[in-house]
Nanobody, 119 residues
Framework: QVQLVESGGGLVQAGGSLRVSCAAS????????MGWYRQAPGKQRELVAT???????AHADSVKGRFTISRDNAKNTVYLQLNSLKPEDTAVYYC?????????????WGRGTQVTVSS
């Protein structure tokens, strides 16, 4: 059972920066993808960024050049650095883990951390 615990959210002014973290435990797979999703009030959850077990990263067009996903393997932690924040970045940010094992998809979610950007 993979457990994901997010931290680092908070209130920041537009143009500011924040870093959210996702501490993972219980990972047994050697091939997986971890990612950050976000969900604003009244909107669907959307993908923000992903990082694979091999280190490949991808970012949504809406955050390219502003957000950066990274990880610290020694700490089993994935980070999302949020720069040049805009009010529309306000959302609950969720950590996600996905692994395909023997044709079965295993997926886990954290509880989320609130990021609020004031104008």
């Amino acid at each position: 059972q993979v457990q994901l615990v997010e931290s680092g959210g908070g209130l920041v002014q537009a143009g500011g920066s924040l870093r959210v973290s996702c501490a993972a435990s219980g990972i047994m797979s050697t091939r997986y993808v971890m990612g950050w999703y976000r969900q604003a009030p009244g909107k669907q959850r959307e993908l923000v960024a992903t990082i694979s077990s091999s280190g490949a990263t991808a970012h949504a067009d809406s955050v390219k050049g502003r957000f950066t996903i990274s990880r610290d393997n020694a700490k089993n932690t994935v980070y999302l650095q949020l720069n040049s924040l805009k009010p529309e970045d306000t959302a609950v940010y969720y950590c996600n883990f996905q692994s395909l094992v023997d044709d079965s998809l295993y997926e886990y979610w954290g509880r989320g951390t609130q990021v609020t950007v004031s104008s």
